[in-house]
């Protein structure tokens, strides 16, 4: 476990190949995540879900830093800004679905799932 976070925090500081951070720190364990916060949500109180949706949110912020931080560490520089631009788009797309599952456990809207 200590290993795993060890490689986490060397990823966030710029010193990791981006294909690590992206496709196994960013699109796997995001989609593990977000993937157990939707088999639960049916099944806990509001206020759980929040923190859920929160921390889910923190690791995609850690995630967008460290995607930015080893962008350069590619072969092509387009690759890089690539992975940029659909880090920022999944940070947006993140922070409107969780507002939106959150409003949706609320009953303030109707239910998303």
Same mark, same amino acid.
């Given at each position: =476990?200590? #290993? =795993? +976070? ?6 966030? @500081? ?12 960013? !699109?796997?364990?995001?989609? +593990?995540?977000?993937? @157990? ?6 099944? +806990?109180? *509001?206020?759980?879900?929040? =923190? ?10 850690? +995630?967008?830093? *460290?995607?930015? #931080? #080893?962008?350069? #560490? ?13 880090? !920022? ?21 109707? @239910?998303?799932?």
């Amino acid at each position: =476990m200590s #290993n =795993m +976070i060890e490689s986490l925090l060397t990823a966030r @500081s710029g010193h990791t190949r981006l294909w690590v951070v992206f496709w196994l720190y960013g !699109v796997l364990a995001s989609h +593990i995540l977000f993937g @157990s916060i939707l088999y639960f949500y049916p099944q +806990i109180g *509001s206020a759980l879900l929040a =923190m859920f949706l929160f921390g889910f949110l923190a690791y995609t912020a850690f +995630i967008m830093h *460290s995607v930015w #931080n #080893n962008a350069c #560490n590619v072969q092509k520089e387009m690759y890089g800004q690539i992975a940029r631009i659909l880090t !920022v788009a999944w940070a947006i797309n993140a922070v409107l679905v969780s507002v939106f599952l959150f409003l949706g456990h609320l009953g303030a809207i109707s @239910s998303p799932i």
